[in-house]
């Protein structure tokens, strides 16, 4: 162990003599060595060489001895003419053999250049300083007279700024060595070089007016150039640029014509580019079209740059990309898991300018969700400038996915699965114009949908057992069918929509929905009713439901032109069969055109008009024939029409009626007597009241021997004038079982009635069980009579002795 740390000890010495020897013998000889090495440095290079003063340094690159040349400058043989440097230095280090230096000898091993400039420039006539450099017979070296060797197969540069100026057409390169190891191999007819380290790019422009590549860039450098003299053709070889978060490889070639000009081919491949980072690296025209796209995962590219240098004419440039499992938001979409497989060029037409306009990007290949709808499908956008998009696209997805874009506490997709191919082909731009109403675009789309179920909570209606079929162009919206129930009612629909395609056309004034609707059994309770109203809270937290507010949107918008024809309709206690007729729903009005349907045993028909659907209150307006009904049923079905005096339960008949009525309706369909306002005019046959206790009463003190329990009329004819809760009749005839009277005067739903009541004295004469009343008119001459006042006390309408009334 000993004898080894021995052995050591000597050894190091020995080096360390040597160094220190070579170091005096490199004193001894500074000034004759620096007249020597300028010399000789000069005798390799068409030009001149400088050098203002070197110093001697053992501990630069130890064990070999340095000499510090400072301010150094290297200037080709038309500098006169141009006035630059090829290479102006603060300082170069010659590192030199200690061993061969104790024999007199220089044999420089390596070079380091710190804070220099390298400028290398191409005129408007061609010249290309290059030419400074001179033809060795050599690989490697240079072998001197004197003793002095030069090799440039080594030189490191610290801080180094490097440039290229192409005048011609303003090509320019820039970048500054900020700590590389470089190695310059002179060849019978080429120079190669080899750069490895870090760089600080400032451009790389082909094209002024486009901007540059590599703009202000760090990079970890790998470079390999070979500049063939002959030819004037620079290749770069396989290459590698490390960025911050990507590894991009280079190759190409450039070549350089004697009168100016020449061609260039570079590619460019990564299978790891961060986009935004990306960004940075690409010409200020492309970053400009591509900055509206965010992409989280890195992009694998490929792209091709060809072009001429003595053009003004930009590159041809072709690209391939692909995306694998990335986020992608552009403007207001946003697609998740996507796999993105493309293309793009900038000379779609070869015979055009190689520019935006010329564009083209083909997506071959697109998947991802959308709105958390997965899709499949591919793309082309056309010229940049103004992009043409040609699109196909097909949703597969469970309508539940749709819930992510809708208020479910309004509207909501429980169950069902559906299927969209849509192909767009049109002006992208007018996507991004909010104000849009209305798309120039070529359409075309299928939709189907199985087994879907959707609740509308805000009109409390549930439509399940869904299945669909739609076909849609940019101007029409075909409903093949539709088949579903509505409520647990089955319902059929097949219809078209115009001025307005979903989420494609908006309705700029009004749309049309023309729907032929169909069932064997609907419950139509609660459809007609208002919109729900939303406080402020729920406002606020369906601020981006898209879709609902769509919904809302097309309540306002859209006309409907309904037609129905159901074999059985219910609506709350109102039953109807045979329904047929039209509805038209627009501008917040609904009407009900041409309406038919027997209901209550009988046959109706009527129009009605309900007003202002947005409001609490609607107007309501209706026209209406009644034939036949079974007067019992009628009144039940409209719950007496809110009196309490005479019910479903006490009468029994045959109705006919012409009814024209105006009134308001409430949320819940309830009249609002107070706007009733209209006319009635019927006639009952085979009338018959039961348990009615205001007729009961007048056997108190009318012929006590008849039974006013169960009382039956002959027809029954009047003329009813409705104000609000007040009903003014008409002079009336009542010819019954029990008796004949004549009627008139106010009947009020609101104990306000007042009628009087004439009571011939000819009811004396006895009538049987086998009386058939018998109408005479109400203009009659009926003789003697006793006349009474039905009037309201306490809640209850009471009859009494009148003789003073007068016929009003």
């Known amino acids: 162990m000993k004898k080894l ?89 010659l590192n030199v053999e200690a061993m061969k230096l104790l024999h007199k000898q220089v044999n420089i091993k390596s070079i380091d250049v710190l804070n220099g400039d390298v400028f290398i420039f191409r005129t408007k006539d061609g010249y290309l300083n290059l030419d400074i450099f001179k033809k060795q017979n050599k690989k490697d070296t ?157 992009v694998a590219i490929q792209v091709n740059l060809n072009g001429q240098l003595g053009s003004a004419k930009p590159p041809a440039t072709d690209g391939k990309f692909t995306i694998r499992d990335s986020h992608i938001s552009w403007s207001v979409y946003e697609l998740k898991n996507s796999f993105v497989q493309g293309s793009f060029t900038n000379h779609k037409d070869d015979l055009l300018w190689f520019d935006d306009a010329n564009t083209e990007i083909k997506l071959d290949s697109l998947q991802g969700v959308l709105k958390n709808l997965p899709f499949k499908g591919n793309a082309r956008f056309n010229d940049l400038t103004n992009p043409v998009l040609d699109l196909s696209m097909v949703f597969d997805a469970d309508l539940k996915n749709l819930n992510d874009d809708l208020d479910t506490t309004r509207l909501r997709f429980t169950e069902g699965h559906f299927t969209s191919g849509i192909s767009f082909s049109g002006n992208l731009r007018e996507y991004f114009d909010s104000t849009a109403t209305k798309y120039n675009g070529k359409l075309l789309g299928e939709t189907h949908v199985w087994n879907g179920e959707l609740i509308y909570l805000a009109k409390k209606i549930t439509l399940d057992q869904i299945t669909a079929a739609f076909r849609y162009t940019e101007s029409q919206f075909d409903i093949d069918s539709v088949s579903m129930r509505l409520n647990k009612s089955p319902v059929l629909i097949t219809g078209s929509i115009s001025g307005f395609i979903p989420f494609f056309l908006l309705p700029e004034n009004q749309g049309k929905v023309s729907l032929k609707i169909s069932s064997p059994a609907l419950d139509f309770t609660g459809l007609m009713s208002g919109p729900a109203r939303h406080n402020s809270r729920a406002s606020t937290a369906r601020n981006k439901k898209k879709i609902s507010d769509l919904l809302d949107e097309l309540y306002r918008k859209l006309e409907f032109d309904i037609a129905f024809k159901i074999d059985k309709l219910r609506s709350k206690d109102i039953v109807g069969t045979g329904f047929t007729g039209k509805v038209v729903l627009a501008n917040n009005r609904l009407q009900a055109q041409g309406v038919k349907m027997n209901m209550a045993k009988g046959r109706l028909e009527f129009s009605a008009t309900l007003n202002q659907l947005n409001r609490d209150i609607n107007p309501f307006a209706l026209n209406a024939s009644v034939r036949n009904a079974d007067i019992k049923t009628f009144f039940y079905m409209f719950h007496n029409f809110q009196q309490k005096s005479i019910r479903s339960e006490h009468i029994d008949g045959r109705l006919f009626a012409d009814i024209n009525v105006t009134a308001a309706i409430n949320d819940n369909f309830e009249v609002l007597m107070s706007r009733l306002h209209g006319n009635v005019k019927f006639n009952v046959v085979n009338g018959r009241i039961r348990n009615f206790e205001p007729l009961e009463n007048m056997s108190n003190f009318l012929m006590k021997n008849r039974d006013f329990s169960d009382v039956q009329f002959g027809e029954i004819k009047g003329n009813f004038a409705m104000h609000g809760s007040e009903i003014d009749i008409d002079r009336m005839e009542v010819e019954s079982t029990v008796l004949t009277l004549f009627l008139e005067g106010r009947y009020s739903l609101k104990s306000n009635t007042n009628l009087t009541i004439q009571v011939p004295l000819s009811n004396l004469k006895k009538r049987n069980q086998n009386y058939a009343p018998q109408n005479v008119g109400t203009n009659a001459k009926v003789g003697l009579s006793v006349r009474l006042r039905a009037y309201d006390k306490d809640g209850k309408t009471v009859i009494a002795f009148a003789p003073f009334s007068k016929k009003k």
């Open 5 to 93: 740390a021995k052995i050591t000890l000597w050894i190091v010495a020995s080096v360390m003599l040597i160094a220190l020897t070579a170091y005096g013998v490199a004193v001894s000889y500074k000034k004759e060595m620096l007249s020597v090495i300028n010399e000789k440095i000069g005798e390799s290079i068409n030009g001149t060489v400088q050098i203002n003063d070197f110093s001697i340094t053992l501990f630069h690159d130890f064990p070999n001895i340095s000499l510090s040349l400072k301010g150094i400058s290297l200037r080709g043989p038309q500098h006169e003419k141009y006035k630059h440097d090829f290479l102006s230095a603060g300082v170069i280090d």
């Open 142 to 298: 240079t072998s001197l007279s004197n003793n002095v060797s030069i090799s440039f197969e080594k030189i490191n540069f610290r801080n180094v700024r490097l440039a290229f100026h192409d005048s011609l057409k303003e090509k320019l390169f820039g970048a500054t060595f900020v700590r590389t190891e470089n190695r310059i191999i002179s060849k019978d007819t080429s120079l190669h070089a080899h750069i490895a380290g870090d760089i600080d790019f400032e451009q790389i422009t082909f094209n002024l007016s486009k901007g540059s590549f590599l703009e202000n860039k760090h990079a970890v450098a790998n470079i390999s150039l070979e500049f063939f003299f002959p030819s004037k053709r620079l290749v770069i070889e396989p290459s590698m640029l490390k960025l911050e978060k990507s590894l991009i490889n280079l190759s190409g070639a450039m070549k350089f014509l004697p009168q100016g000009g020449g061609d260039f081919q570079i590619k460019i491949q990564s299978d790891k580019v961060d986009f935004e980072e990306g960004l940075a690296v690409i010409t200020q025209s492309m970053r400009n079209s591509l900055s509206k796209f965010s992409i989280e995962r890195p």
